[in-house]
């Protein structure tokens, strides 16, 4: 997932299209719906390769260049996956705002373009309607797609006057595909996207929940496994790498770990 800090800048101080506009809020909705589906996430720059990921996530990713245009375009044309929104690619890093219609550069891999967007009160949100029913709803801002190449996923709801607009798209370019979310999106609407998401890369979500994160790091000599019960009740996993030494306590484990209320364990096993 990138973290853009110009775009972060540029959106924290922006007086329009609403001022409700929350880049942080924006990149922890999308990394929440990959963490509750214990789908790992890199926190990554636009510096870093992406042709090492499947998926790749730029949240209003306000600022682009034709660098990165082309470094995304790459990326999905070799079969990548790249995901991003509202107020993405709109302007370039001295923000001056792309002409030709919206998402600027990104128009080609994305498939669209759309030339209006609708700004929502705080509290208010759209419906959003995918093969006649309600998949969710949409608010803070509504992008009034106007698909390409890209195939519509969900529309807007007969309750607003551009109900035939679409609001969720993917695009097939290359080898690979890109989708864009017109609105910030509830969690039922995310949930539909995210299914659409995971099913075109193939990936089967863990949607067990159980309160217990376990990520992998290697190292040159050794594999760090972070062990953390995010829960409020004691848990007992099955031990990913049995015989391993937790390094905060200095004591080797088992083949089943017993987790107390929010404990923590960093398991240390040679390569």
């Given at each position: 997932?990138?973290f853009?800090?110009?775009?972060?800048?540029?959106?924290?101080?922006?007086?329009?299209?609403?001022?409700?506009?929350?880049?942080v809020?924006?990149?922890?909705?999308?990394y929440?719906?990959?963490?509750?589906?214990k789908?790992?996430?890199?926190?990554?720059?636009k510096?870093?390769?992406?042709?090492k990921?499947q998926?790749?996530?730029?949240?209003?990713?306000?600022?682009?260049?034709p660098?990165?245009?082309t470094?995304?375009?790459?990326?999905?044309?070799?079969?990548?996956?790249?995901?991003?929104?509202?107020?993405?690619g709109?302007?370039?890093?001295?923000?001056?705002?792309?002409l030709?219609g919206?998402p600027?550069?990104?128009k080609?891999?994305?498939?669209?373009?759309?030339e209006?967007?609708?700004?929502?009160?705080?509290?208010?949100?759209?419906?959003?309607?995918?093969?006649?029913k309600?998949?969710?709803?949409?608010?803070?801002?509504?992008?009034?797609?106007?698909?390409q190449?890209?195939?519509?996923?969900?529309?807007?709801?007969?309750?607003?006057?551009?109900?035939k607009?679409?609001?969720?798209?993917?695009?097939?370019?290359?080898?690979?595909?890109?989708?864009?979310?017109?609105?910030?999106?509830?969690?039922?609407?995310?949930?539909?996207?995210?299914?659409?998401?995971l099913?075109?890369?193939?990936?089967?979500?863990?949607?067990?929940?159980?309160?217990?994160?376990?990520?992998?790091?290697?190292?040159?000599?050794?594999?760090?496994?972070?062990?953390?019960?995010?829960d409020?009740?004691?848990?007992?996993?099955?031990n990913?790498?049995?015989?391993?030494?937790?390094?905060?306590?200095?004591t080797?484990?088992?083949?089943?770990?017993?987790?107390?209320?929010?404990?923590?364990?960093?398991?240390?096993?040679?390569?």
């Amino acid at each position: 997932m990138i973290f853009d800090w110009n775009s972060y800048w540029c959106l924290e101080d922006c007086m329009g299209p609403t001022t409700n506009l929350d880049y942080v809020q924006e990149v922890y909705d999308y990394y929440r719906a990959f963490y509750n589906r214990k789908v790992g996430v890199d926190m990554i720059s636009k510096e870093t390769d992406l042709q090492k990921y499947q998926i790749v996530v730029a949240p209003s990713m306000y600022i682009n260049s034709p660098e990165m245009t082309t470094k995304i375009e790459k990326f999905v044309q070799n079969g990548g996956i790249f995901i991003t929104d509202y107020m993405s690619g709109l302007a370039d890093k001295d923000d001056n705002v792309y002409l030709g219609g919206y998402p600027g550069l990104l128009k080609n891999v994305l498939g669209l373009k759309y030339e209006e967007t609708d700004a929502l009160p705080f509290d208010q949100m759209h419906d959003l309607v995918s093969d006649g029913k309600i998949i969710g709803k949409g608010g803070l801002v509504c992008d009034l797609i106007q698909p390409q190449t890209a195939e519509s996923l969900a529309h807007y709801s007969d309750e607003v006057f551009y109900q035939k607009n679409s609001v969720l798209t993917k695009n097939h370019f290359g080898k690979g595909f890109a989708y864009y979310a017109g609105s910030r999106l509830d969690d039922q609407a995310m949930d539909f996207f995210m299914k659409d998401i995971l099913q075109q890369a193939q990936i089967t979500p863990d949607e067990t929940k159980t309160g217990v994160e376990v990520v992998t790091r290697t190292g040159k000599t050794a594999r760090y496994t972070f062990v953390i019960n995010t829960d409020s009740q004691p848990r007992q996993i099955n031990n990913p790498y049995p015989n391993s030494k937790d390094l905060l306590t200095q004591t080797m484990t088992t083949k089943e770990i017993d987790l107390k209320p929010y404990d923590v364990l960093i398991l240390e096993n040679g390569l």
